[in-house]
């Protein structure tokens, strides 16, 4: 069995971008050492790290030279491709495996992941030709949405077909002619994420669920917790942690869920921190990015509690007119609220520059001074 890293080793971060700057950061409060790989030679975790590597992620003997000073490797950023973490996972444990990854970061291996461990999700079927899209689209009704198999995020790769009016063939060259999923759409009343972590050794803990708000396809607002009944609370947490044991996580799985009424559907897993769960910095007892560490470093799991109702709203490029900076003394002028900077150079509308948490002891004051100091950031 694998011995735990103790502090004062070195854990190599996949990945440079704000997961892993934060996730740096709780490594560094726990007395690590951290190491970053990233393609861009100003990935913004690198201003975090002792040491910061670029090279291409299929560079494989830069991937050998960066394992070979880590007691531990994991990932924040979910498009390497798995032979990177297989070849670094030969020189020290690597957390999640290229096997997890490989399934997380392709939609049809997601599905018939779950399909297969009996974990419910939306109705789907696999496209693999144009021709085959319309009699599947029969068979699923309207409405459906096509997404492509591999590299969608943020509703990137997704097409909605809301009735018979739309032509399936436009939609299979909008994706650019690559394998897809058709799913049926869900009207569901919620969308929620739970993140969970699980040790080599099978401990496992799940934070409360979260109630994810999106704005052209982005998460806008998380609210912790989520607005749900007890019950479905925990069945959701029961249901993430099927989906971490059956999967065999190592590390953090944020896992995307629609409820609808009493029913509980994934929709989409997450092998890394998630961007649901950066309130847990300022409202559980354990962060997300210290959860992260502690799993994949074999450490005891902190306790998950939350300590304030929370709601956490993104910082998009968008709030950077003609490149200025925002006046963050609202920020200031807010009681309970935490600006996160994630120190990237560019603002680019759509870009996730950094995040706001506002905690209160009501979830909707908390939802409702997150959301009036967003509106006034972007005045
Ligand atoms: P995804 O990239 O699959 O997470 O999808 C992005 C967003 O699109 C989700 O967070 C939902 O808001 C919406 N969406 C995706 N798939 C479905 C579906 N089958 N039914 C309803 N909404 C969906």
Redesign the pocket.
């Known amino acids: 069995m694998e011995a735990p890293l103790a502090p004062g080793g070195t854990i190599g971060i996949l990945g440079g971008g704000q997961l892993g700057r934060m996730s740096a950061q709780a490594a560094r409060r726990l007395g690590y050492k951290v190491r970053t790989f990233d393609p861009s030679p100003d990935a913004c975790a690198s201003g975090v790290s002792d040491l910061h590597m670029t090279a291409a992620w299929d560079d494989l003997a830069a991937v050998r030279r960066f394992a070979s000073g880590c007691g531990r490797i994991t990932l924040e950023f979910e498009n390497i491709p798995p032979a990177t973490v297989a070849e670094a996972a030969r020189i020290c444990p690597a957390h999640p495996s290229a096997e997890v990854l490989a399934i997380c970061q392709n939609?049809r291996r997601e599905k018939e992941f779950l399909r297969a461990a009996g974990i419910p999700c939306?109705p789907f079927e696999v496209v693999e030709s144009s021709a085959a899209l319309a009699p599947a689209i029969a068979r699923m009704g309207h409405p459906?949405?096509l997404?492509t198999a591999a590299f969608?995020?943020?509703?990137?790769g997704?097409v909605k077909l809301p009735d018979a009016s739309a032509d399936p063939a436009a939609a299979w060259d909008r994706l650019g002619g690559q394998v897809a999923v058709l799913?049926?759409?869900?009207?569901?009343d919620l969308?929620i994420s739970v993140l969970v972590a699980r040790t080599a050794d099978g401990r496992t803990a799940a934070f409360d669920p979260a109630e994810?708000l999106?704005r052209n396809?982005i998460l806008h607002l998380s609210l912790s917790p989520a607005r749900l009944a007890p019950d479905l609370a925990s069945r959701a947490r029961a249901l993430a942690l099927r989906v971490a044991e059956r999967i065999g996580l190592v590390g953090l799985l944020g896992v995307?869920m629609?409820v609808r009424g009493d029913e509980i559907l994934v929709?989409?897993l997450a092998p890394r921190p998630h961007n649901s769960g950066h309130q847990t910095l300022e409202c559980a007892t354990t962060s997300q990015f210290e959860q992260h560490i502690r799993a994949v470093c074999g450490l005891p799991l902190g306790p998950t509690a939350a300590t304030s109702p929370a709601a956490m709203v993104n910082l998009l490029g968008d709030l950077w007119r003609e490149g200025r900076e925002p006046d963050w003394s609202k920020v200031d002028a807010v009681p309970m609220a935490t600006l996160h900077l994630y120190g990237k150079g560019r603002a680019a509308p759509g870009r996730k520059m950094g995040h706001v948490t506002v905690l209160r002891p009501l979830l909707a004051e908390a939802a409702s001074a997150a959301e009036a100091l967003h509106a006034e950031l972007a005045r």
């Open positions: 939609r939306a459906c949405v997404k969608g995020y943020d509703g990137k997704q799913e049926g759409w869900v009207p569901f969308e994810n999106h396809h995307e629609f929709n989409e």
